[in-house]
């Protein structure tokens, strides 16, 4: 027995096809990171800087897309919440073709008067929108938690004081000139030199 296809099934079909054909290929945006949790282990000073585990960020999307380096937090979480301007992230924002990944290297910088206790934060990529504003649910993180330990502040203001000497050697010029003039001063008062002709 011959089955006939109606018309209507026929025109639904074609209808189906055209549409399916006609229909732009659409791409996709996507975001992923290779590390899901960072435990500092050490108790971190106030006053310091510190580099954390570098990570990679991914695209496994179909399309080129930019990502921001972002800070956020858990809803309720018990740990403190790191200030944003605590952390660099080198690079801060980056454009990844199609499957591919690249490294990011996260800082640190405790201020000197970090209160003592444990911290926790998200950090990771967060897709930018063509707008320039980040996405809400386009990212991928990784939870970081770390320990500030006790500290003076003379400790601390010691060790915020080295680490900016070390970034600008040339804050040193001045106060090393300064002392080199108190010095030659306080020699030249002290001991006076004469100098006589003979005849």
Do not use: C
């Amino acid at each position: 027995m011959r089955r006939h296809v109606t018309r209507p099934v026929v025109l639904v079909a074609l209808w189906v096809v055209a549409l399916a054909s006609a229909a732009p290929v659409l791409g996709s945006m996507g975001v992923s990171i290779d590390v899901g949790r960072i435990d500092v282990s050490e108790d971190l000073a106030p006053g310091g800087e510190y580099r954390l585990p570098a990570f990679g960020v991914r695209n496994p999307g179909t399309e080129p897309t930019t990502y921001k380096l972002v800070v956020s937090y858990i809803d309720g979480q018990d740990a403190g919440r790191p200030a944003e301007a605590w952390f660099t992230f080198e690079p801060a924002e980056l454009t990844l073709q199609p499957g591919e990944s690249r490294p990011v290297q996260a800082r640190l910088t405790l201020p000197v008067d970090s209160e003592p206790g444990t911290y926790a934060a998200l950090i990771g990529p967060q897709i930018v929108s063509e707008g320039g504003g980040a996405q809400v649910g386009a990212a991928a993180a990784a939870r970081l938690t770390f320990e500030v330990a006790p500290s003076s502040g003379w400790d601390a203001f010691l060790r915020w004081f080295s680490r900016l000497i070390a970034e600008q050697p040339a804050l040193l010029v001045l106060p090393g000139a300064t002392l080199l003039l108190l010095v030659l001063w306080v020699l030249r008062r002290r001991f006076s030199i004469s100098i006589a002709r003979r005849a």
